[in-house]
Structure formats: structure tokens, C-alpha cells
């Protein structure tokens, strides 16, 4: 299939975990500058700060909010854990409301000390405990599939396949996935289970960034996008063919760019972005 280059910034939002030495404060300042329209917030950058505040600010610079990053890890072998991950998601929910933001990014978690199917079972469980909050607040939350080499601690649900299946024993609107190209451009499945994501409703984000080969670090060496192998256009053609219509998030966790000059990173993502997304 043939999908257009982009020819603006207006469907571009960067994670502050992208421009990490970045306070939240400057990063909104430098996003807005440089035109960009939407920014996902990392709790860390919220530490020590008010929510609501913060919240003000964003939407003061001319930012939309896009999502909160990160909730989840439901995943342990002792139940007091797991009751535990529980309470700090419905105060993660608490934060989303109060930031503003629409979206809470689930990174679902894993006990290497069982079995993944024991793992999934617990994760779905656990979403189903928060999810009447989540609603209550008027915020939804997003399954986000890793690749497999997170399997171990990180997530059990590691395939879109096994996302949209959560979703659906869940069965509730407030509930869909994220697609990150970095987790599963790989999977032969990934467009059909896109557009099953799609003719569901549950398209709620959609990441990008690329993968080095080599790579010097599983989780510290993501490329810009057009630095890699990842079909990245093409991905965001079958999201687009789907019905996504949202923002397209930039998510790169690399320690050779945190080292650079931020404002010189950001230029090089606006225009690796109109290139190559």
C-alpha cells in the first residue's frame, strides 16, 4: 500500500522520556516552540509537582495531553503485591484525572517465578479491579504489547493478538491497546490484529521510533525513525486504514541522544519525523 509522507507537526507528540535531562517545564516550553502539538508525560517528570498544575501549564503552552506514562505491572506470585499494584493504579488513575490527561499507558508486568498464561490471567484480573475507577474518571486505559525479550518481568502480553484478547475478556469500552512499532513491527500478524483493533474500537495510541541494527542496548539504543529496520510508515498506514486518527507519539529511550544538546535532538526529530513516519 502507498501512504503519503507527513507535512506537518500537527499530529506529533513527544514523550518527555524522549527529551529526559529536560524538566517538564522546559520540555513544554521547547515542544511548543518548535510546534509541536501533543505531549505524553512520564510520571517521573511529575515528581515533586502538582498534577493539576502541571496540567494548567501544558494546556497554557498549547499542548494537548495525550496520555499519562506509565501504570500496570498487576503481575506477582503474592497476592499482597498484587493488591498492592492495584492501589497505586487507581492513584495513577487519581493523577491522570487531575493532569488532565485522557489516557493511562499500561505496561502490564510479569513474574519470571510462573507461568506466563498465570501472569496474563493476573493481568487481566487486575485491569478489571481499576477499570471501574478508570471509568468513573472518565479516563481509558491502554494495553501496551512488548516484544517478547520483556516476557521475563516486564509483560506477559507480548503479541497484539494477546492484547485485543485481554481487552475482549474484559469487554469494556474504556479499555484498548497501544501499537509501538519498537515491541511488535516483527509479528506476522501485526496488521491483521491492527485492523481487529480497529473494527473494535480500541486504537487508543500509537508509538513510534526505530530499531538499530546492531544495537548496543535492548532498551537504551532506540533509533530515530529511518534509522532502523521498522516498516514505520507502512505501520502507520495500517492504523490509518483502521480508523486511528490520533497522535502519532515519538518514545526513544537512548542514552547517546540523552547525552546530546537537547535543542539540536529536537530538530533532528522533527525532521526524521516528516521523513520517515
Keep these: 500500500m502507498s501512504v503519503e509522507p507527513l507535512t506537518n507537526l500537527s499530529k506529533l507528540c513527544l514523550h518527555t522520556i524522549t527529551t529526559r535531562p529536560w524538566?517538564?517545564?522546559?520540555?513544554?516550553?521547547?515542544?511548543?516552540?518548535?510546534?509541536?502539538?501533543?505531549?505524553?508525560?512520564?510520571?517521573?517528570?511529575?515528581?515533586?509537582?502538582?498534577?493539576?498544575?502541571?496540567?494548567?501549564?501544558?494546556?497554557?503552552?498549547?499542548?494537548?495531553?495525550?496520555?499519562?506514562?506509565?501504570?500496570?505491572?498487576?503481575?506477582?506470585?503474592?497476592?499482597?503485591?498484587?493488591?498492592s499494584a492495584i492501589d497505586e493504579n487507581r492513584k495513577i488513575i487519581d493523577e491522570a484525572a487531575a493532569l488532565g490527561a485522557p489516557l493511562i499507558v499500561l505496561v502490564c508486568g510479569a513474574d519470571p517465578n510462573q507461568m506466563l498464561e498465570e501472569s496474563r490471567r493476573q493481568i487481566v484480573d487486575g485491569i478489571g479491579s481499576i477499570l471501574p475507577h478508570a471509568e468513573a474518571c472518565g479516563i481509558r486505559l491502554a494495553i501496551e504489547p512488548l516484544h517478547p525479550m520483556y516476557a521475563d518481568d516486564r509483560s506477559a502480553i507480548n503479541t497484539l493478538k494477546q492484547a485485543n484478547d485481554a481487552c475482549e475478556q474484559l469487554q469494556s469500552e474504556w479499555i484498548g491497546v497501544v501499537v509501538d512499532v519498537y515491541h511488535?513491527?516483527?509479528?506476522?500478524?501485526?496488521?491483521?490484529?491492527?485492523?481487529?483493533?480497529?473494527?473494535?474500537?480500541?486504537?487508543?495510541?500509537?508509538?513510534?521510533?526505530?530499531?538499530?541494527?546492531?544495537?548496543?542496548?535492548?532498551?537504551?539504543?532506540?533509533?530515530?525513525?529511518?534509522?532502523?529496520?521498522?516498516?514505520?510508515?507502512?505501520?502507520?498506514?495500517?492504523?490509518?486504514?483502521?480508523?486511528?486518527?490520533?497522535?502519532?507519539?515519538?518514545?526513544?529511550?537512548?542514552?547517546?541522544?540523552?547525552?546530546?544538546?537537547?535543542?539540536?535532538?529536537?530538530?533532528?526529530?522533527?525532521?526524521?519525523?516528516?521523513?520517515?513516519t
Excluded at 538499530?212 to 529511518?226: I, Q, V, Y
Design 23 to 83: 524538566s517538564i517545564e522546559e520540555a513544554a516550553a521547547k515542544y511548543s516552540k518548535a510546534g509541536i502539538g501533543g505531549i505524553t508525560v512520564w510520571r517521573e517528570a511529575l515528581e515533586k509537582r502538582d498534577p493539576a498544575t502541571i496540567g494548567q501549564m501544558l494546556s497554557d503552552q498549547g499542548l494537548t495531553i495525550v496520555s499519562l506514562c506509565r501504570g500496570g505491572f498487576f503481575s506477582h506470585r503474592e497476592p499482597e503485591k498484587r493488591q
Design 184 to 276: 511488535v513491527w516483527w509479528d506476522p500478524d501485526l496488521r491483521r490484529e491492527i485492523k481487529r483493533s480497529g473494527h473494535n474500537n480500541r486504537l487508543f495510541a500509537f508509538h513510534v521510533c526505530d530499531w538499530k541494527t546492531p544495537t548496543t542496548d535492548l532498551l537504551l539504543d532506540r533509533g530515530l525513525m529511518g534509522e532502523g529496520c521498522i516498516p514505520i510508515r507502512t505501520i502507520r498506514g495500517w492504523m490509518e486504514e483502521s480508523g486511528f486518527t490520533g497522535y502519532n507519539e515519538v518514545e526513544i529511550f537512548s542514552t547517546i541522544y540523552w547525552e546530546q544538546n537537547q535543542d539540536r535532538f529536537l530538530e533532528k526529530i522533527k525532521k526524521a519525523y516528516l521523513e520517515n
